[in-house]
């Protein structure tokens, strides 16, 4: 599938891999939080005060922390901080089993959704990707009447970078009363006025729509998260065994995940700064013929034109010492048919390794 490649340093818009410095276009670290010495110093701290954790079913200041600051930032009154962020659908799912009765879920959802779904029990019908007259469609077909369905999808597909049409979905589901759950792993930090992610950024943020985050992407930190209300807490205490039968995660990454949460609140100019970085390369990139939309997001994906060999295309953007990620045919779970060219931008791009990377696209031919 993927040719997996040893990252030397911290994540960052300039790496080095296998004993070569690269501009670094790839991965999900959108603000470059992993390396950044908040985050490193709080990490160090914190071990140091509170040891790695606290082993299964107990808490630590850092832990809480999260969770507190994490409430904050979504603007809820609670949040669930979570082992994994490939977890949080299953935590979704499982919390809100007594509410639905079937799972209506986006044919190229990320594998946790799938993961997550298949381990609760109930009926599931997948509907075509990003399609809202395919979703209304399969509702219509397969909910018998009286039925609360279920919608799970991606808020942010990860290969594609394509944003589920969630405002869409939650007009559909309204008649049935039906409740929404996003993997917003890619939106979260970046997406929104607040950087809440897919919800706020289409207007959805209500009562029944719920989202499972992660911090271990535009936070820099690591972990899962689940922003609520009291009674989604509620539910997970009751519904989901993970917290009570598994070690919660580890104190450095905590800390580290708070410290994230706090750089990002507090600077509101960081998601500016990428949302311009995203712009600019999406308008070059259109400058070279590609098929690019416009969109606040950062995954850029970049498909054959001119029969243009995208895989020879990473290699030569490789000996020019510039680093993106070729994702072959269905590589990975919304990886289309053909292969594609996956851009991650960083708001710690320069202009400099923005342009320079449009002109070993250009060189490409
Ligand atoms: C859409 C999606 N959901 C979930 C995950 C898992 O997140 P984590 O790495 O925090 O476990 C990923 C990881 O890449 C992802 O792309």
Redesign the pocket.
């Known amino acids: 599938m993927y040719e997996e490649m040893m990252l030397e340093s911290p994540l960052g818009p300039r790496m080095r891999i296998e004993g070569r410095e690269y501009d670094y276009f790839c991965g999900?670290s959108y603000y470059c939080l992993h390396g950044h010495e908040r985050l490193i110093r709080a990490a160090c701290e914190a071990t140091r005060a509170y040891g790695l954790g606290p082993a299964t079913g107990w808490d630590m200041p850092p832990l809480r922390e999260v969770e507190e600051l994490a409430a904050s930032f979504f603007g809820t009154p609670a949040a669930k901080y979570i082992v994994?962020?490939?977890l949080g659908n299953f935590f979704l799912v499982h919390a809100l089993k007594d509410e639905y009765h079937a799972i209506f879920v986006d044919e190229v959802s990320?594998y946790?959704v799938f993961d997550a779904i298949r381990s609760v029990g109930k009926p599931i019908h997948p509907f075509p990707r990003l399609d809202p007259g395919g979703l209304e469609a399969t509702l219509k077909d397969r909910l018998r009447p009286g039925e609360v369905p279920l919608v799970i999808t991606?808020g942010v597909f990860?290969v594609t970078g394509a944003m589920a049409p969630l405002r869409d979905y939650v007009e559909i589901l309204a008649p049935y009363e039906g409740i929404l759950c996003v993997?917003d792993?890619?939106g979260v930090g970046v997406l929104g006025e607040h950087g809440r992610g897919s919800l706020e950024h289409w207007g959805v943020e209500g009562e029944r729509c719920y989202l499972a985050g992660?911090l271990?992407?535009a936070f820099g930190g690591f972990?899962?998260l689940i922003p609520g209300d009291e009674a989604l807490m509620e539910k997970i205490s009751r519904n989901v065994r993970i917290p009570v039968g598994a070690s919660p995660p580890p104190i450095p990454a905590a800390a580290a995940s708070a410290e994230g949460i706090r750089i990002l609140g507090e600077h509101p100019e960081m998601r500016e700064r990428l949302w311009e970085n995203v712009a600019y390369l999406r308008g070059r990139l259109r400058g070279l013929g590609f098929p690019v939309e416009d969109s606040p997001v950062p995954i850029i994906s970049l498909r054959s034109v001119r029969g243009l060999d995208l895989k020879g295309v990473q290699g030569k953007l490789r000996e020019a010492g510039i680093m993106v990620k070729y994702v072959p045919p269905r590589g990975y779970s919304d990886a289309p048919g053909e292969g594609t060219i996956r851009i991650a931008v960083f708001s710690e791009h320069t202009r400099a390794q923005l342009d320079r990377l449009v002109e070993a696209l250009r060189a490409c031919g």
């Open positions: 999900t994994s962020g490939y990320h946790s991606d990860p993997d792993s890619h992660t271990s992407k972990g899962g």
